[in-house]
């Protein structure tokens, strides 16, 4: 069991805050486990750290201008009580790696997190110049290190109206969108239950639309290897 908050919004702006004990899934995790505690959000007041925001609150997009906040999820990232679970891994992404200010200062990204790609071979596979991909996939252990949860730590995810690219520490972070096939992908007995999470959409449609393709860490391999 692992326990998710929620701080959101219906669509009529009623705020809504709550807290869920549910078992843990990938779908559910995908919703929560984006950044860590501290992560500097754009916002057009300046850098907002992410357990600082609120619903409604605007911040800043790569792309689309300033957006508002509609959904803020946050769960905690504990290490496994026996060998034999599986380890939660953050990636450290350390100043200036990615380009100067990118990031500035070291991001912490949590397991779900996507980080935009732009490479060549990117049209290849989408049809675009860029792409999301998971963050894990970028670990090269020198300037991107992997991080094993040791202790109990809070993860974020936020969503607004359809898929938007976020600055995070100055770098271009997916804001979550569950895709284009979650409705298939997640069986008819926990597809209320998923949804109930999300007080600012009343069906999977609600997610708007999906602008930027995501790539798998087996594609974003490829990509590197070329």
Do not use: K
């Not at 701080?7 to 843990?24: E, I, L, N, S, Y």
């Not at 916002?43 to 800043?60: N, R």
Request: proline share 8%; aromatic share 6%; hydrophobic share 45%.
């Amino acid at each position: 069991m692992r326990r998710y908050e929620v701080r959101g919004m219906t669509p009529d702006g009623t705020p809504q805050d709550f807290a869920r004990a549910m078992p843990a899934d990938p779908h559910v995790d995908e919703a929560f486990c984006a950044f860590a505690h501290g992560t500097l959000i754009a916002t057009p007041q300046g850098p907002v750290a992410v357990e600082d925001l609120a619903p409604g609150m605007t911040v800043e997009t790569a792309g689309a201008g300033r957006q508002p906040l509609l959904w803020i999820g946050s769960t905690v990232l504990t290490p496994p009580t026996d060998r034999r679970g599986e380890i939660p891994v953050l990636t450290r992404i350390t100043a200036d790696s990615l380009g100067l200010g990118r990031p500035m200062p070291d991001l912490v990204l949590g397991p779900r997190a996507r980080m935009l790609v732009r490479h060549p071979g990117c049209r290849a596979l989408t049809g675009t110049d860029a792409a999301f991909a998971p963050a894990t996939g970028f670990v090269d252990g020198m300037a991107l290190i992997a991080l094993r949860v040791v202790r109990p730590t809070r993860v974020f995810h936020l969503a607004l109206s359809g898929q938007q690219v976020l600055l995070a520490n100055g770098v271009e972070v997916e804001s979550y969108h569950p895709g284009e096939n979650a409705s298939i992908l997640i069986d008819n007995a926990n597809r209320m239950r998923f949804l109930s999470l999300f007080p600012h959409v009343s069906g999977f449609s609600g997610f708007g639309a999906m602008s930027v393709a995501r790539l798998t860490a087996f594609e974003l391999d490829g990509l590197n290897a070329a």
